[in-house]
């Protein structure tokens, strides 16, 4: 007895510190410069609305928030830095609307990766992050309260709740909800203690899906989906709101076998097409592209170097050893085509699309992730301004948020990211951020890639 007690105090006295220093060491150690007033001279201006970059722009930023956006400044705040940003581009903080704050950890359930996944997104410049579902949506819940305490780096967040999912779901931290009734309660359950969402999976019934979107209007939450046994149409008739992930979704409305997505060829013109797209358009129905989902992916030194020892290990061999339920290059390539070629169609005809990381396995980065999304949209002939466009103000408009982020105007919540080049011109210019401003404090982008180096997959 006495050396387990000796035992449970040496923990105490030196385990818990340090985990605790991790999670709650603030955000002094992060900045690249301090306060939360700056004037930024000389910058390109990429400003969210879709609208041409405007040229040598001034922005002053005071205790958080943008008041000056334009030409030389009549006034500053008192005690100000200024910032020379020649040859950057401004740009607001990104809104990522498909992440999860967990990593597989390939044998059955998804860990809760706080310690990493937070940092990781912000050193990208996303600044807000609706979460797409969780096995432990307090985890992700009790990160929230930290962040916006000061007391936890990473971006606001808009918390999905648990996966719900039928008893034919394949994932043990599902929540299994086979009536109406048990949707609405685990949806309630949920949004009392603070989420803004709930995720539908695969194998949700028609009924279950029923009752969880009727739960979710009365509370102004919303219902996301990845889909599978319900259709996209059988979804928006049921009044879902977003549907993730957007062809792999919706391959039953177009009768697709998981063996046949090599073969598939998608048409515009179909009936499928056309009778799709026009129900989710008259449903209001959002669709937010995941394109790492479907899109070949060769991670770099540098991504690879975020990964725990034993995630890189496993990557390694999936790469050269590929399971045989895994689809070849040759079958993705043409899965994600069709993946492109729908949300095209889907944007061009009045749809409304956004954007999400959605990377928690096979060696996927968040943050280098939400880069690559977004190279892969503009890749398949997306403009970079709409592009940067879906990121920003479209995200904020369906959180409800536009009125203080996802623009760069006076009076917004300085959530900002400095970017060296031109996006708008190269969407490649993306991955180099120098600044990331979240409510006025400047992040530095490479102190949190240190932070989380080695520990996604573990911590």
């Given at each position: 007895m006495l050396k387990l007690g000796w035992v449970a105090v040496l923990a105490l006295t030196v385990a818990a510190p340090a985990a605790a220093q991790s999670a709650d060491a603030g955000?002094?150690?992060?900045?690249?410069?301090?306060?939360?007033?700056?004037?930024?001279?000389?910058?390109r201006l990429v400003d969210g609305t879709g609208a041409p970059a405007r040229e040598d722009v001034t922005i002053v930023i005071d205790d958080g928030r943008i008041t000056h956006v334009g030409g030389a400044p009549a006034s500053v705040p008192a005690g100000a830095r200024h910032i020379d940003l020649t040859g950057r581009t401004i740009m607001p903080g990104l809104v990522m609307m498909h992440e999860h704050i967990n990593y597989f950890s390939g044998a059955y359930v998804w860990d809760s990766m706080p310690g990493s996944v937070p940092k990781l997104l912000l050193a990208a410049g996303v600044t807000t992050a609706r979460t797409a579902g969780s096995e432990s949506p307090q985890v992700d819940l009790n990160l929230k309260q930290r962040i916006d305490a000061g007391r936890a780096v990473g971006p606001t967040l808009f918390v999905t709740g648990a996966y719900l999912n039928g008893a034919a779901g394949g994932f043990l931290g599902d929540t299994i909800v086979r009536t109406e009734d048990e949707a609405r309660e685990i949806t309630a359950y949920w949004g009392n203690r603070g989420a803004t969402s709930i995720k539908a999976y695969s194998s949700i019934s028609p009924n279950a899906l029923r009752g969880a979107v009727e739960e979710a209007n009365r509370r102004g939450m919303h219902v996301a989906g990845h889909l599978g046994d319900i259709s996209c149409t059988e979804a928006a008739n049921a009044g879902i709101h977003t549907i993730e992930h957007g062809l792999t979704s919706c391959a039953k409305d177009f009768e697709i076998a998981p063996d046949a997505i090599g073969e598939f060829r998608y048409d515009p013109a179909s009936d499928a097409a056309r009778k799709l797209i026009?129900?989710?358009?008259?449903?209001?129905?959002?669709?937010?592209?995941?394109?790492?989902?479907?899109?070949?992916?060769?991670?770099?030194?540098?991504?690879?170097?975020?990964?725990?020892?034993?995630?890189?290990?496993?990557?390694?061999?999936?790469?050269?050893?590929?399971?045989?339920?895994?689809?070849?290059?040759?079958?993705?390539?043409?899965?994600?085509?069709?993946?492109?070629?729908?949300?095209?169609?889907?944007?061009?005809?009045?749809?409304?699309?956004?954007?999400?990381?959605?990377?928690?396995?096979?060696?996927?980065?968040?943050?280098?992730?939400?880069?690559?999304?977004?190279?892969?949209?503009?890749?398949?002939?997306?403009?970079?301004?709409?592009?940067?466009?879906?990121?920003?103000?479209?995200?904020?408009?369906?959180?409800?948020?536009?009125?203080?982020?996802?623009?760069?105007?006076?009076?917004?919540?300085?959530?900002?990211?400095?970017?060296?080049?031109?996006?708008?011109?190269?969407?490649?210019?993306?991955?180099?951020?120098?600044?990331?401003?979240?409510?006025?404090?400047?992040?530095?982008?490479?102190?949190?890639?240190?932070?989380?180096?080695?520990?996604?997959?573990?911590?």
């Open positions: 955000i002094a150690t992060f900045l690249k410069a301090q306060g939360r007033s700056f004037v930024l001279e000389h910058a026009a129900l989710l358009i008259a449903k209001n129905v959002t669709i937010v592209a995941t394109p790492l989902g479907t899109e070949a992916y060769d991670p770099s030194e540098e991504e690879l170097s975020m990964l725990s020892p034993d995630q890189r290990q496993r990557y390694l061999e999936l790469t050269k050893t590929p399971p045989p339920w895994m689809p070849s290059k040759e079958a993705m390539a043409s899965w994600n085509k069709a993946h492109r070629e729908f949300e095209r169609d889907f944007a061009a005809s009045g749809g409304r699309l956004l954007i999400g990381g959605d990377a928690m396995d096979f060696g996927l980065v968040p943050g280098y992730g939400n880069q690559r999304a977004m190279i892969a949209l503009v890749k398949a002939g997306f403009n970079p301004l709409r592009v940067i466009k879906f990121a920003t103000s479209d995200g904020a408009r369906f959180l409800k948020i536009d009125d203080r982020v996802g623009t760069v105007a006076r009076g917004m919540i300085a959530d900002l990211l400095v970017v060296r080049g031109s996006p708008d011109r190269s969407i490649e210019d993306i991955r180099n951020v120098e600044y990331v401003f979240k409510q006025g404090s400047a992040f530095d982008p490479a102190k949190l890639r240190a932070a989380a180096r080695g520990m996604l997959g573990q911590h």
